[in-house]
């Protein structure tokens, strides 16, 4: 007698009783991420490195595994999980005009150094004119780039675990893209460092689900520092 006959051995789980995954977005929410967070969308990320360029230059980047240690380090204790906070909260704040104001104050406030305030809110401003043609909110300039994000799928209903997730992926892939030309890497090492930062960009989407604002901060020393530093660095390609 096969398991689960007769009374015996584990039943099968009704329908009612078996976890609901969440629905997956639609078609029209899908294209929208995709062109707001493509490499073609006219922010101008190209042109930041996030301190990057110094990390390569001081040795800290040198190869795949160094490049995705360092990532890993910003996307869970750094920028990464800082603005996907932001990001949340302007997504529940964008029909509260208020509310935005006080979350882009902070965000410009806890910006770490001059370059990365000036990379959120250059890449903020050159996001929201762009998005124009789709209704974009009525923001201040001044808006740093994860709160525009963050508003803009919330004006439309995207939902915000993949607004979360997509924005964390762009931001990894910009990174990459910079370390590409800096170190110099290989386009195939580049995508086998975004792959295997996918596990990494998922947790942190979900574990800022119930981040709240007084849970903004982070611990990722050298990333900072080398944020500090690249505004003094002698020989520059890149703002940030």
């Known amino acids: ?32 991420l995709l062109a707001w ?25 040198t190869d795949g595994p160094s490049l995705q240690a360092w990532l890993h380090d910003v996307l869970a204790h750094g920028a990464g999980r800082t603005d996907t906070i932001l990001l949340r909260h302007a997504h529940a704040a964008a029909h509260d005009p208020a509310a935005l104001a006080h979350i882009t104050e902070l965000a410009i406030a806890t910006a770490p150094s001059r370059e990365r305030q000036s990379e959120a809110l250059d890449q903020g401003r050159a996001f929201l004119l762009a998005a ?3 209704r974009a909110p009525a ?18 209903g995207i939902d915000v675990d993949d607004t979360a997730s997509a924005y964390l992926q762009t931001f990894a892939a910009n990174l990459i893209s910079a370390a590409v030309r800096l170190v ?28 709240t604002l007084d849970d903004l901060g982070g611990c990722a020393f050298r990333s900072d520092l080398a ?14």
Do not use: N
């Open 1 to 32: 007698m096969r398991e689960g006959e007769g009374g015996r051995g584990r039943p099968e789980s009704s329908p009612e009783q078996q976890p609901h995954a969440p629905p997956p977005p639609s078609p029209r929410d899908l294209l929208r």
């Open 139 to 156: 923001l201040p300039a001044r808006t740093p780039y994860a709160v525009a994000v963050g508003a803009l799928a919330g004006t439309h």
């Open 132 to 134: 124009a043609p789709w």
């Open 184 to 211: 110099p890497l290989g386009q195939t090492t580049g995508l086998r460092v975004l792959a295997a930062l996918e596990p990494e960009v998922l947790a942190i989407a979900a574990a800022t689900r119930s981040a």
């Open 227 to 240: 944020a500090m530093r690249h505004e003094t660095q002698y020989t520059r390609l890149f703002r940030s």
């Open 37 to 61: 967070l493509s490499p073609a969308f006219p922010t101008g990320a190209f042109a930041y490195s996030h301190g990057l360029e110094w990390a390569v230059d001081s040795g800290d980047v």
